[in-house]
């Protein structure tokens, strides 16, 4: 399990840390793992061109102090000084190594020979402001970082990307794209929600020792997933697997009846229902002769393709009823703030949340984190956010994220399967908070081997989810 940690947080466990060892300490094991990583980036440091850029405090230390480590075994380091204040103790030691330091800003703009180096360097260091930041880049700060953006020059981010809001994953304000992070003690929420999730790249842990309390954030990895799974056991039938029923597709959209049905039937369960238009069932039974009709059922789906033809009155009897409910797209039009809804797990898109919330679909995928917490308080249901990074946020207050999809996964029908599949395993016996874990874990590694880089639909996805699971619990 990877874990994302407030600045609050960081900052008590680092005190407390600090207060135990020689000072400088923990800077030193910072600025080891960020000379490592940008070493393994660069592939070696003889003669490499290292260009840092220094903001005023601490993370401008650790950039520094790895640029010193990196000029003592052979890079050429530039510090860029973007405030008149500096970490002292960093820029002698970068001086002492043999690396040299220049002033950002000439009279006007960027010195000539601050873009020269920029221009002709390997990499670029953002050592600008770290988990101390308040979105935005100051001017002189945006303008050496659009230097090396428009000479293509790859960023490398100290802890987090500056400019991005750390502890919300927002960015209102210009910030650095880096191509990869490295971040120290813990996991930041920015590097785990988008947009700014976006702008770490892939982002590399340093362990410094942190002793951390429970995490704010957490993305489950493999072997989370596969500890949740719903595997049969010797003397399971097809009822105690469980049985998902399905209310879903319509005659405007029979399509999402069959495709939600081959993400039912690729979960834990035992025996999928269909209920709907006969034409639908029809359709549904022809694609997959094992689905049954009207019967009892452990769980729900209800919602995908529904168009027109929703029956709000009988939607909201089921969301009142004992068994849990995946509700999906159209039948999150039946959802309302009354009522026990905590074994409900909603699965909207941006726009579909915006709706529910009654904000533009832009401030949703500009503040996800937020709105997905919102959502899941005002409803009482356990709602998952679909997006690059999907956010799963459970009445509680405990907030997922997966992170392991692929951007081909944005297909028509994509959604329809993983509500399937969150019924199956919400019928399975998992909490709608583990179902949209796995659901959204399974369905994206599902796209990723059937994509393999290239354009998928969704009924490939779907056939994909049986190798998916294989893999994940071999
Ligand atoms: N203190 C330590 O021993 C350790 C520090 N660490 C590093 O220290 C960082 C935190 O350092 P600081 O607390 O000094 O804070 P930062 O270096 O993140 O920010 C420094 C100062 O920049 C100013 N500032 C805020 N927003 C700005 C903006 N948008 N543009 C320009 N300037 C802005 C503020 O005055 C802020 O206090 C961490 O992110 C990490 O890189 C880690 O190495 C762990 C160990
Ligand atoms: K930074």
């Known amino acids: 399990m990877r874990s994302a940690h407030t600045v609050e947080q960081v900052r008590a466990a680092e005190a407390e840390l600090m207060a135990r060892l020689p000072e400088g300490t923990l800077m030193q094991r910072a600025a080891t793992g960020l000379a490592v990583a940008i070493s393994n980036f660069l592939g070696g440091t003889y003669?490499?061109?290292?260009?840092?850029?220094?903001?005023?405090?601490?993370?401008?230390?650790?950039?520094?102090?790895?640029?010193?480590?990196?000029?003592?075994?052979?890079?050429?380091?530039?510090?860029?000084?973007?405030?008149?204040?500096?970490?002292?103790?960093g820029l002698d030691a970068l001086k002492t190594a043999g690396g040299?330091?220049?002033?950002?800003?000439?009279?006007?703009?960027?010195?000539?020979?601050?873009?020269?180096?920029?221009?002709?360097?390997?990499?670029?260091?953002?050592?600008?402001?770290g988990i101390g930041g308040r979105p935005g880049l100051r001017p002189e700060a945006l303008a050496v970082v659009q230097v090396a953006e428009e000479y293509g020059v790859p960023i490398v981010a100290v802890d987090t990307p500056s400019g991005v809001d750390v502890d919300t994953g927002e960015t209102p304000e210009p910030h650095v794209n880096a191509a990869f992070t490295v971040t120290f003690g813990?996991?930041?929420?920015?590097?785990?929600?988008?947009?700014?999730?976006?702008?770490?790249?892939p982002v590399h842990l340093v362990d410094i020792g942190l002793d951390l309390p429970p995490a704010e954030v957490q993305a489950l990895q493999a072997a989370d997933i596969k500890a949740l799974y719903p595997v049969p056991r010797g003397e399971s039938d097809k009822y105690s697997r469980g049985v998902v029923?399905?209310?879903?597709?319509?005659?405007?959209?029979?399509?999402?009846?069959?495709?939600?049905?081959?993400?039912?039937?690729?979960?834990?369960?035992?025996?999928?229902?269909y209920i709907g238009p006969d034409a639908v069932a029809s359709a549904v039974r022809e694609a997959h002769p094992e689905v049954v009709g009207d019967g009892r059922v452990q769980a729900w789906t209800i919602g995908s393709g529904l168009?027109?033809?929703?029956?709000?009155?009988?939607?909201?009897?089921?969301?009142?009823a004992e068994e849990p409910v995946v509700l999906d797209?159209?039948?999150?039009?039946?959802?309302?703030?009354?009522?026990?809804?905590?074994d409900v797990l909603i699965t909207p898109h941006a726009g579909e949340l915006s709706r529910l919330l009654g904000v533009d679909r832009a401030t949703v995928e500009a503040e996800r984190l937020k709105y997905a917490r919102l959502a899941a308080e005002r409803f009482d249901v356990t709602v998952l956010l679909k997006g690059a990074t999907t956010v799963i946020a459970s009445p509680d207050g405990e907030?997922?994220?997966?992170?392991n999809a692929t951007p081909w996964l944005a297909t028509a029908g994509a959604g329809d399967v993983l509500a399937?599949?969150?019924?199956?395993?919400?019928?399975?016996?998992l909490t709608p908070l583990d179902a949209a874990s796995v659901g959204a874990y399974l369905h994206a590694a599902a796209a990723n081997l059937a994509s393999d880089g290239a354009p998928i639909t969704a009924i490939t996805v779907a056939q994909a989810l049986p190798e998916a699971t294989r893999r994940l619990l071999s």
């Open 47 to 89: 003669g490499a061109r290292v260009v840092l850029l220094i903001g005023s405090g601490d993370n401008g230390g650790d950039a520094l102090y790895a640029g010193a480590q990196l000029a003592r075994r052979g890079a050429q380091v530039t510090a860029v000084l973007l405030s008149t204040k500096t970490h002292q103790a």
């Open 100 to 129: 040299q330091a220049i002033p950002a800003a000439a009279s006007a703009g960027v010195s000539g020979g601050v873009v020269r180096e920029i221009a002709g360097a390997d990499v670029v260091v953002d050592g600008i402001v």
């Open 186 to 201: 813990t996991h930041k929420i920015c590097h785990f929600v988008d947009p700014a999730a976006t702008a770490c790249g």
């Open 245 to 273: 029923g399905l209310m879903v597709g319509s005659t405007q959209y029979p399509g999402a009846a069959v495709i939600a049905t081959a993400g039912a039937l690729a979960g834990p369960v035992g025996m999928v229902r």
């Open 307 to 320: 168009g027109d033809e929703l029956d709000i009155p009988r939607i909201r009897e089921l969301l009142d």
């Open 329 to 342: 797209a159209d039948g999150l039009k039946a959802l309302d703030d009354a009522g026990d809804h905590v």
């Open 399 to 403: 907030v997922r994220v997966n992170t």
């Open 420 to 429: 399937g599949l969150c019924g199956a395993l919400l019928a399975g016996g």
